[in-house]
């Protein structure tokens, strides 16, 4: 059962011990969490996820952030995130061009992730409503 405010979540990240943090981080405020370790998982399964959030690592071992979402397409509804060790402004603009809405520094910390929240549950209760 999911909470009102509750997100479905998405995350793709390569590195094990990062992933199941972030899993564990979004299941304890409540939310639904969905993770994939590499770019031909997330393919397989986002198309058919229902989804509010997706936070993608841009270093993938099969190819990387960018081409996923290049290859999903403009058609999608949740709020894409990107994520990276990396942050200079080409690779900010690298991840608008792809379609990311954000471009964050890892390591992520909770202050970084709530306005990124509170923005995926206003336009996930403007796509209900």
């Known amino acids: 059962m999911s909470r009102p405010n509750s997100l479905r979540v998405f995350v793709v990240e390569n590195h094990a011990d990062t992933l199941r943090f972030m899993q564990r981080y979004f299941q304890n405020m409540g939310h639904q ?18 989804i509010d959030l ?16 290049t290859r999903l397409g403009s058609d999608h ?12 402004n080409a690779d900010k603009a690298k991840s608008r061009a792809a379609g990311y809405r954000h471009h ?8 970084d ?11 996930a209760a403007a796509r209900r409503a």
């Open 104 to 111: 964050l520094l890892k390591p992520l910390l909770p202050d």
């Open 113 to 123: 992730l709530e306005p990124i929240l509170e923005e995926a549950r206003q336009l």
């Open 54 to 69: 997706l936070i993608c690592d841009i270093g993938l071992p099969d190819g990387d952030g960018w081409e996923l979402m």
């Open 33 to 50: 969490v969905q993770t994939a370790p590499d770019m031909t998982t997330a393919l397989a399964q986002l198309p058919h996820a229902d």
């Open 77 to 88: 509804k949740f709020l894409a995130v990107a994520m990276s060790g990396y942050g200079d």
